[in-house]
């Protein structure tokens, strides 16, 4: 049996099948993923994602810290309530989990972790805590719900504590708001509108039914990640782990190099872009009728071989898509090789969908 | 509970066989088997013409989260595939015993589908793996 969120027996009462996810007994679905998916391309979908865990930095010394601590750079957390998407890498560059880090206000950051990732996450900060006199402080006491799809910031508002709506509604995307105990963030997984919302975790039951009484329908992990997907985002474990450095990850973006910041990993990175990044990380649409799949083989005419790291049938664009890690000059056609037959497959930039529409052509 | 129609034979591997009256016989997948993958998004059926042996992987049904193989249950020589799946890989969920058939096969001995469970045979199965 594995770890169990507070909203477990919910889900068992509204018929969803479980699987296990980083040590945690998860909904995969509640009947039809499709559906699922759907519902939050169109409405409004609801996530128990509270196996993900918050990380509290507390101290005078977290900026200078968390500056040390990730690869993207917390200077441009200036207003209270921003939110960063960055990775977290070894010295070697290697992604020890990507995460977003929140300003709180100066010495509090908060940051969300992978659930597979987060006892080596909390180790790996209190590790480098020490020197900088700040505190890492887990906090399993908080649940998390995401509510996504262009309804579900009008159907999130009703269910908030009241002194919470108007301050949640007014918020610019990318930024949350603390009231009370709550905290609601106008980020996701998705590519659609919503919230996150962090609760305590004995109020979550009551959130979760006052959503559903709105006509938030509940959705699976298995939906979360064909959510994900069409939105271009990266799965930790999947399209990234220690193995690889963000460059060869499609998260450049997210590695602040302009200054001279030193932080973990950086040394790797720059010898890595001196040397060449041999990789790179794309987006595929297969055009021959089959299934992308994690693992399969990606063959570059005069290139060499790649791999998908992510693969599925898009429920919105009813065609295959997936992330491959390539050989670096890859464009154009590719050939994807499933079950010992080779498919034609087009590399594409993501994300393949945002806010319900195609972003590429079919 | 899983559907089991009485007149049709099964196999471990979670595959229907159906006798028709001209001695071949129509496969497809258990109410059970669709309902454990979910919703079908890809189905790949044998071509006709191909020779098949009993438990050889002949086709593949993919739901969004994974491709699994679909085992012959007799041997013989495929005579059709449901070709109405490759637009509509929905109808293996929705009538996984009538339009959702996968294959049609003619059996190298007549006498292979005996060697088959029946339905309370098959139930009893589903219940030994719970």
């Known amino acids: 049996m594995g770890r169990r969120t507070p909203l477990y027996q919910q889900h068992l009462e509204a018929g969803a099948r479980t699987v296990d996810f980083g040590g945690w007994d998860m909904p995969v679905h509640y009947g039809s993923q499709i559906e699922e998916h759907h519902a939050v391309r169109r409405d409004a979908g609801m996530f128990d994602v509270s196996h993900m865990c918050v990380v509290d930095i507390r101290g005078p010394g977290s900026r200078a810290f968390l500056s040390r601590l990730l690869a993207n750079d917390v200077a441009r957390l200036a207003a209270p309530g921003k939110a960063l998407y960055t990775c977290m890498l070894r010295e070697d560059g290697g992604v020890l989990d990507d995460l977003i880090v929140y300003?709180?206000?100066e010495g509090l950051f908060r940051a969300v972790v992978n659930a597979a990732t987060a006892d080596k996450d909390i180790a790996w900060m209190s590790r480098h805590a020490g020197e900088h006199g700040v505190e890492v402080i887990p906090r399993r006491d908080l649940a998390i719900v995401a509510v996504q799809g262009p309804n579900a910031r009008d159907k999130t508002a009703g269910a908030l504590p009241a002194d919470c709506r108007a301050p949640a509604l007014a918020l610019e995307p990318f930024f949350a708001v603390r009231c009370g105990d709550w905290f609601v963030g106008r980020t996701g997984y998705t590519g659609e509108e919503g919230f996150e919302v962090v609760l305590p975790a004995v109020e979550v039951a009551g959130f979760w039914t006052a959503l559903a009484t709105a006509g938030v329908r509940p959705c699976g992990l298995g939906a979360r990640?064909?959510?994900?997907l069409e939105a271009g985002m990266n799965l930790y474990g999947s399209d990234m782990d220690e193995s690889v450095t963000p460059l060869e990850s499609g998260l450049a973006w997210t590695v602040a190099m302009k200054d001279q910041r030193e932080f973990l990993g950086r040394q790797a990175l720059e010898a890595q872009k001196a040397a060449g990044v041999p990789r790179k990380l794309v987006g595929l649409l297969l055009e021959d009728r089959g299934v992308l799949r994690a693992h399969q083989k990606v063959r570059v005419e005069g290139l060499g071989e790649g791999e998908l790291t992510s693969g599925t049938f898009s429920p919105t664009l009813e065609r295959s898509i997936g992330l491959a890690r390539v050989p670096a000059g890859t464009s154009g056609r590719v050939q994807v090789e499933i079950r010992g037959k080779l498919l034609a497959a087009r590399v594409v930039k993501p994300p393949f969908v945002r806010h319900g529409k195609a972003q590429i052509e079919l | 509970m899983s559907n089991l129609p009485?007149?049709?034979r099964y196999t471990k591997s979670h595959e229907w066989v159906r006798a028709l009256p001209d001695g071949s016989v129509e496969i497809g997948i258990t109410d059970h088997a669709q309902n454990a993958l979910g919703d079908l998004v890809f189905v790949?059926?044998?071509?006709?013409?191909?020779?098949?042996?009993a438990g050889d992987p002949f086709a593949v049904v993919e739901s969004v989260k994974a491709a699994s193989d679909v085992y012959?249950?007799?041997?013989?020589?495929v005579l059709a595939g449901n070709d109405a799946l490759a637009t509509q890989p929905e109808l293996v969920n929705q009538e996984p015993y009538g339009q959702g058939w996968i294959a049609r096969i003619r059996p190298s001995s007549a006498a292979s589908i005996e060697?088959?469970?029946?339905?309370?045979q098959y139930q009893e199965h589903l219940v030994s793996e719970a």
């Open chain 1, 103 to 105: 300003f709180l206000e």
């Open chain 1, 225 to 228: 990640d064909t959510l994900r």
């Open chain 2, 6 to 8: 009485g007149d049709l």
């Open chain 2, 44 to 53: 790949e059926v044998p071509e006709s013409g191909r020779q098949v042996a």
């Open chain 2, 72 to 77: 012959s249950p007799v041997s013989g020589e």
């Open chain 2, 115 to 120: 060697s088959l469970l029946d339905a309370a």
